[in-house]
């Protein structure tokens, strides 16, 4: 319970402090980031969007592949943080192309929706499958008082719209990307864990693969009797995409936050073990004494970066 409590605590620093420093652009040491402020969204509230251009680009005749990633605010520059961590996305991926580890890519750093991020990220359908009594009691829990955990009911189906629908094709049309599926990735942690999966599901023929890193299998803050790991196992494992070739990456650590992951993660593992799908390539990695926090994250960042770029 503890980690729960802390959880709780995260959230709530993270909203107050994520308002402070939502518009101040990111500074990074490689390549440049730029912001894109007015993509105007029928789907989702509008937010900021951090795009990361590697050293060089565009390198002629190259196009490049392109990594979607959630909570683009806590992405590239700590000092615009709310707890001065990052994930220190410039750093790794400028080496890793440095390195031929990678062919060339960048990086879409799409900020959350600040207070609506629990309905955001939440994967919609699973929570559907939900008993209305269920749903009606989730969505009166609190991170802390007064806080809701949810803003709204989980609207997740029109964030991936509005990834989808909105921001690819610009994404597409600004930069010299690879727009195939093959070439197109996503990746979070957390929550953002759980909306990255859930896009592989929904749009195969959009995302080539995701990374769920430290994936928050609870959902909510209650592990006792709590159903959604099952659900959110079940509808991964029916909903895999059939033909062609995807990628699906999952780690977890055992320390803070992560310490209720391994018994939930090991779980998924076994039911995607039994499947043995020919369609999905699919790496799961446990990092000893690894915690829930952006500097553990940003440490083993290249891991699912050369699973699903390569």
Request: aromatic content about 14%; glycine content about 6%.
């Amino acid at each position: 319970m503890d980690s729960l409590r802390s959880y709780a605590l995260f959230f709530v620093t993270f909203l107050l402090f994520d308002m402070a420093y939502a518009h101040q652009p990111a500074s990074v040491d490689v390549g440049r980031v730029e912001r894109i402020s007015s993509l105007e969204s029928k789907h989702v509230p509008m937010r900021d969007v951090d795009v990361w251009l590697p050293e060089g680009y565009p390198a002629k005749g190259t196009r490049y592949n392109v990594l979607y990633m959630h909570d683009g605010q806590m992405l590239f520059d700590a000092s615009t943080t709310w707890n001065k961590q990052s994930w220190q996305v410039a750093n790794t991926a400028q080496r890793l192309q440095d390195e031929d580890k990678t062919p060339p890519f960048i990086v879409v750093g799409v900020h959350n929706g600040g207070a609506n991020r629990h309905s955001e990220y939440f994967p919609q359908k699973p929570f559907e499958c939900l008993s209305k009594d269920k749903q009606n009691d989730y969505l009166k829990l609190q991170r802390s008082p007064g806080q809701p955990l949810f803003t709204q009911t989980p609207y997740s189906d029109n964030y991936l719209r509005y990834l989808v629908e909105e921001l690819k094709p610009f994404i597409d049309k600004l930069y010299a990307t690879n727009p195939d599926v093959d070439s197109t990735f996503i990746a979070g942690s957390s929550m953002g864990g759980l909306i990255s999966w859930y896009a592989l599901v929904e749009y195969p023929d959009v995302f080539g693969g995701a990374a769920a890193i430290s994936t928050h299998w609870p959902g909510i803050f209650d592990i006792q009797g709590n159903p959604l790991p099952e659900i959110f196992k079940d509808y991964l494992t029916a909903h895999l995409p059939q033909g062609g070739n995807h990628k699906l990456y999952f780690d977890y650590g055992d320390a803070t936050l992560d310490a209720l992951y391994p018994p939930l993660q090991q779980s998924v593992d076994d039911a995607l073990r039994k499947l043995a799908s020919p369609d999905i390539e699919w790496q799961t990695h446990y990092f000893k004494s690894a915690a829930h926090k952006e500097e553990d994250w940003a440490a083993r960042l290249h891991v699912p970066l050369v699973f699903l770029l390569n």
